[in-house]
């Protein structure tokens, strides 16, 4: 079965650090782009990183720059997103997706596997 399983999720507080995992099972993220997503209740579904295949270049909504990092692990096949200097506004639920033969950006109907995302909250 191909499919993408986010973890790592939780509660942090207000300047903490949480890093979300993106695995894939069933096939290998060698040759897909993947971006994380995320969306927080009432509100649409935002972009925020991005890693492209091969030469692994990366990109990010302004709001995450600097603290955010995206990156991926060939031999686990796997992608994480590292969440830096954490504010309640990124609260969200976060998701993976995975985009074959493309690069960054990627709108999320441009990728053909979607995970079932992990929760966020940032709050004291």
């Known amino acids: 079965q191909l499919q993408l399983v986010e973890s790592g999720g939780g509660l942090v507080q207000p300047g903490g650090s949480l890093r979300v995992s993106c695995a894939a099972s069933?096939?290998?993220?060698?040759?897909?782009?993947i971006t994380w997503f995320r969306q927080a209740p009432g509100k649409e579904r935002e972009g925020v990183a991005c890693?492209?295949?091969?030469?692994?270049?990366?990109y990010y909504v302004d709001s995450v720059k600097g603290r955010f990092t995206i990156s991926r692990d060939y031999a686990k096949n796997t992608v994480y997103l590292q969440m830096n200097n954490l504010k309640p506004e990124v609260t969200a639920k976060y998701y993976c997706?995975?985009?074959?033969?493309?690069?960054?950006?990627?709108?999320?109907?441009?990728?053909?596997?979607w995970g079932q995302g992990t929760q966020v909250t940032v709050s004291s």
């Open positions: 069933g096939f290998t993220l060698n040759s897909y782009a």
């Open positions: 997706a995975a985009a074959l033969w493309s690069t960054c950006p990627l709108g999320w109907a441009s990728h053909h596997y």
């Open positions: 890693i492209s295949r091969g030469n692994g270049d990366t």
